[in-house]
């Protein structure tokens, strides 16, 4: 594993939020009124950011 740096937010946030996409829990806690894809993306990365203040975000490669 190796430590996540800001050059793969994107891509995490972009992993998270398509893995997350169909799940029900967070449809229902972004209650999407548009673009589904958008409001989950800024849930995930307001999870990202509170993982980075508070430890570490890691990568398996």
Do not use: Q
Request: aromatic share 12%.
């Amino acid at each position: 594993m190796i430590k996540a740096g800001p050059k793969e937010k994107d891509l995490i946030l972009d992993l998270l939020t398509y893995a997350f996409e169909e799940n029900l829990s967070v449809k229902d806690v972004v209650k999407s009124r548009g673009n589904n894809w958008e409001n989950i993306y800024a849930l995930m990365n307001y999870a990202y950011n509170i993982c980075s203040a508070y430890g570490l975000s890691l990568i398996h490669i």
